[in-house]
């Protein structure tokens, strides 16, 4: 069995942070791998555990930089990385889902996995979308929103609880070929062991430009222009306790005994 | 003059509240385009889902009877022959587990740019999407090219249209292929969430990612014993395990609506404050000033959690 795991590195913006025009200043963005990603990384590493005979491939789309963060998944268990990029790719600034489903679609014409994992959706753009547009244009079942999966080498269908609103979970069982999104709180991810780390640095991780996959400039545009970033306004007047510690923890016991949730 | 098309949202037989703020979304829509607004109302009491959602603003009401429960390879079938007889600029679903489910593979089937989780939209020289970012730190605003898009909004920003209109209805035989459904449902289960009820609340202290390792969660507990509130939790915290799943706050948890809430170490992703946005009374403690959190919370302070609550402690032991 092959599993191909979408894996994004995301931008992570610090507590503090001034914008540049249409962005985030680049010095207050740090680089990590995606947290549903890590997740889908686990379940993943977790098959190839259980069975015998399962490949574990991670794909990403991203510059050198991201080879980082690729790495910690070949560190927690994957087998070998993809890493998809040029200049074209560069200059895509923001691509809309479907161009990145387009994109991942030609690595998985090459690879042709059993089993696609994605992260339920990125921690920084949040379209939580790339992995049903996947399955659509590979013509692979899917499954969104999973926080329980089943699945055995060589089976038919995969048995999933989709995670509902409001604490209901939908059973649900699946053809495959399929792609599930994965959704936090699945597993545990594991954190690199030393060891992992050390192997990590011998497996294959190909890099593979847009036009290697048969994709031409055409399918690299996006629908998505960015014209304005800001930090949005407040919804609510916030009264703010400042002082040193022992006044701000004086305010807020005076406002409790006002609201008359504790005993003054 | 160009139609829109919009997708009511059900489950278990009950119509979910962001079917009529699509309606809303919907009508905007059509306020700029001239066109008509369709929806469409696949599986579950149609008939009965087609009276309520007979709404002002819905020109036509399309209905499909393939089953009880959503199935997305039934709507996306559905979907799809719809948008070709139709021909909408827009079509337009809710940003739900669900719609997750059926959204970017309608775009992806008919080659429509898909804009998901929208907050805000304008359309007037082509369409502009409203989406929050980076967790919601800031906000950014899209142009979104093509001749049309899959729009998937956020529920709760648009208010639910509740003024009953004059909707035609029409059954629609959608010639599902059973063969192309690849995917059923068997059944639905409540999540484990043990023996907790948070949801009944009147004081609640509520920890999140803040308070970086399990070890320290014992600070929170001490100051819900010291306050005699009741004590819950952000996702991070229970997906790590730290703490049962019954404490959760938030869509996928519980909803709560306590006179005072107090929010410690939580940034305020929207999936958080969709569990307790409506609490009387919101206190935030955080080191981040541009913490989410502080855009719906009534007091705050901008402190580390680690020096205000052992402060907080010793006022009320």
Same mark, same amino acid.
């Given at each position: 069995?092959?599993?191909?795991?979408?894996?994004?590195?995301?931008?992570?913006?610090?507590?503090?942070f001034?914008i540049d025009?249409n962005?985030?200043?680049?010095t207050?963005?740090?680089?990590?791998?995606?947290?549903?990603?890590?997740?889908?990384?686990?379940?993943?590493?977790?098959?190839?555990?259980?069975?015998?005979?399962?490949?574990?491939?991670?794909?990403?789309?991203?510059?050198?930089?991201?080879?980082e963060?690729?790495?910690?998944?070949?560190?927690?268990g994957?087998d070998?990385?993809?890493?998809?990029?040029?200049?074209?790719?560069?200059?895509l600034?923001?691509?809309?889902?479907?161009?990145?489903?387009?994109?991942l679609?030609a690595v998985?014409?090459?690879?042709?996995?059993d089993?696609?994992?994605?992260?339920v959706?990125?921690?920084?753009t949040?379209?939580?979308?790339?992995?049903?547009?996947?399955?659509?244009?590979?013509?692979y079942?899917?499954a969104?929103?999973?926080?329980?999966?089943?699945?055995?080498?060589?089976?038919?269908?995969?048995?999933?609880?989709?995670?509902?609103?409001?604490?209901v979970?939908e059973?649900?069982?699946?053809d495959l070929?399929?792609?599930?999104?994965?959704?936090?709180?699945?597993?545990?991810?594991?954190?690199?062991?030393?060891?992992?780390?050390r192997?990590?640095q011998?497996?294959?991780?190909?890099?593979?430009?847009?036009?290697?996959?048969?994709?031409?400039?055409?399918?690299?545009?996006?629908?998505?222009?960015?014209?304005?970033?800001?930090e949005?306004?407040?919804?609510?007047?916030?009264?703010?306790f400042e002082?040193?510690?022992?006044?701000e923890?004086?305010?807020?016991?005076?406002?409790?005994?006002?609201?008359?949730?504790?005993?003054? | 003059?160009?139609?829109?098309?919009?997708?009511?949202?059900?489950?278990?037989?009950?119509?979910?509240?962001?079917?009529?703020?699509?309606?809303?979304?919907?009508?905007?829509?059509?306020?700029?385009?001239?066109?008509?607004?369709?929806?469409?109302?696949i599986?579950?009491?149609?008939?009965?889902?087609?009276?309520?959602?007979?709404l002002?603003?819905?020109d036509?009401?399309?209905t499909?009877d393939?089953?009880?429960?959503?199935?997305?390879?039934?709507?996306?079938?559905?979907?799809?022959q719809?948008?070709?007889?139709?021909?909408?600029?827009?079509v337009?679903?809710?940003?739900?587990?669900?719609?997750?489910?059926?959204?970017?593979?309608?775009?992806?089937e008919?080659?429509?740019?898909?804009?998901?989780?929208v907050?805000?939209?304008?359309?007037?020289?082509?369409?502009t999407?409203?989406?929050?970012?980076?967790g919601?730190k800031?906000?950014?605003? *899209?142009?979104?090219?093509?001749? /049309? !898009? $899959?729009?998937?909004v956020?529920?709760?920003?648009? &208010?639910? %249209?509740e003024? =009953?209109?004059?909707?035609t209805v029409?059954?629609?035989d959608?010639?599902i292929?059973?063969?192309?459904?690849?995917?059923?449902?068997t059944g639905?289960?409540a999540?484990?969430?043990g023996d907790?009820?948070?949801?009944?609340?009147?004081?609640?202290?509520?920890?999140?990612?803040?308070?970086?390792?399990?070890?320290?969660?014992?600070?929170?507990?001490?100051?819900?014993?010291?306050?005699d509130?009741?004590?819950?939790?952000?996702?991070?915290i229970?997906?790590?395990?730290w703490?049962?799943?019954?404490?959760?706050?938030?869509?996928?948890?519980?909803?709560?609506?306590?006179?005072?809430? *107090?929010?410690?170490?939580i940034? /305020? !992703? $929207?999936?958080?404050?969709?569990?307790?946005?409506? &609490?009387d %009374?919101?206190? =935030?403690?955080?080191?981040?000033?541009?913490?989410?959190i502080?855009?719906?919370?009534?007091?705050?302070?901008?402190?580390?959690?680690?020096?205000v609550v052992?402060?907080?402690?010793?006022?009320?032991?």
């Amino acid at each position: 069995m092959k599993i191909l795991v979408t894996v994004k590195e995301v931008e992570e913006v610090e507590d503090d942070f001034e914008i540049d025009g249409n962005a985030v200043a680049e010095t207050y963005l740090n680089y990590d791998l995606n947290e549903w990603d890590d997740y889908a990384v686990e379940e993943a590493v977790q098959l190839g555990e259980e069975h015998d005979d399962v490949e574990v491939v991670t794909v990403t789309i991203g510059p050198e930089r991201s080879d980082e963060t690729i790495r910690q998944a070949l560190a927690k268990g994957a087998d070998r990385a993809i890493r998809v990029w040029d200049d074209a790719l560069a200059d895509l600034t923001m691509p809309d889902p479907v161009t990145t489903a387009k994109l991942l679609s030609a690595v998985v014409d090459e690879e042709e996995p059993d089993l696609v994992l994605s992260g339920v959706q990125s921690d920084d753009t949040a379209y939580g979308a790339t992995g049903v547009a996947l399955a659509r244009l590979i013509d692979y079942q899917w499954a969104a929103v999973v926080n329980h999966l089943e699945v055995e080498p060589g089976a038919e269908t995969a048995s999933v609880h989709r995670e509902l609103e409001g604490g209901v979970e939908e059973l649900t069982d699946v053809d495959l070929p399929a792609v599930f999104t994965i959704q936090s709180g699945i597993n545990e991810p594991r954190y690199a062991s030393l060891r992992g780390i050390r192997q990590a640095q011998s497996k294959p991780l190909d890099v593979y430009e847009p036009s290697d996959l048969g994709l031409s400039a055409e399918d690299l545009t996006s629908a998505f222009e960015l014209t304005s970033l800001y930090e949005p306004e407040s919804e609510t007047e916030t009264t703010l306790f400042e002082g040193d510690t022992e006044e701000e923890a004086d305010q807020l016991a005076g406002l409790l005994n006002e609201k008359g949730v504790v005993e003054g | 003059m160009s139609d829109v098309l919009a997708v009511a949202e059900h489950r278990q037989g009950e119509l979910r509240d962001v079917s009529g703020e699509l309606v809303t979304a919907g009508q905007e829509l059509t306020d700029s385009t001239g066109g008509a607004l369709h929806l469409a109302i696949i599986n579950g009491a149609v008939e009965e889902f087609a009276d309520d959602l007979s709404l002002d603003g819905v020109d036509t009401i399309h209905t499909v009877d393939h089953g009880e429960e959503f199935n997305h390879d039934v709507y996306l079938q559905t979907l799809t022959q719809l948008y070709d007889e139709l021909d909408p600029e827009y079509v337009v679903t809710p940003h739900t587990v669900n719609g997750m489910d059926y959204a970017p593979a309608l775009a992806a089937e008919v080659d429509l740019p898909l804009a998901p989780d929208v907050i805000d939209f304008t359309n007037g020289d082509g369409l502009t999407v409203t989406r929050e970012q980076y967790g919601g730190k800031v906000e950014t605003t *899209i142009d979104v090219a093509g001749d /049309g !898009a $899959v729009v998937t909004v956020r529920p709760t920003e648009w &208010s639910r %249209t509740e003024t =009953a209109g004059e909707a035609t209805v029409e059954a629609v035989d959608a010639g599902i292929d059973d063969g192309a459904v690849g995917s059923t449902v068997t059944g639905f289960e409540a999540a484990a969430m043990g023996d907790i009820d948070i949801s009944e609340a009147e004081f609640i202290v509520s920890v999140g990612r803040g308070i970086e390792e399990e070890e320290n969660l014992d600070l929170i507990e001490d100051l819900a014993d010291a306050l005699d509130a009741t004590f819950a939790a952000s996702r991070p915290i229970v997906d790590n395990g730290w703490v049962e799943p019954g404490r959760q706050v938030g869509q996928s948890g519980k909803v709560v609506t306590p006179d005072v809430y *107090i929010a410690i170490g939580i940034s /305020g !992703a $929207v999936q958080h404050v969709a569990g307790m946005k409506t &609490s009387d %009374t919101i206190v =935030a403690i955080n080191t981040d000033p541009d913490a989410p959190i502080f855009d719906i919370a009534d007091y705050g302070i901008v402190d580390d959690l680690f020096d205000v609550v052992p402060q907080l402690i010793e006022q009320f032991e």
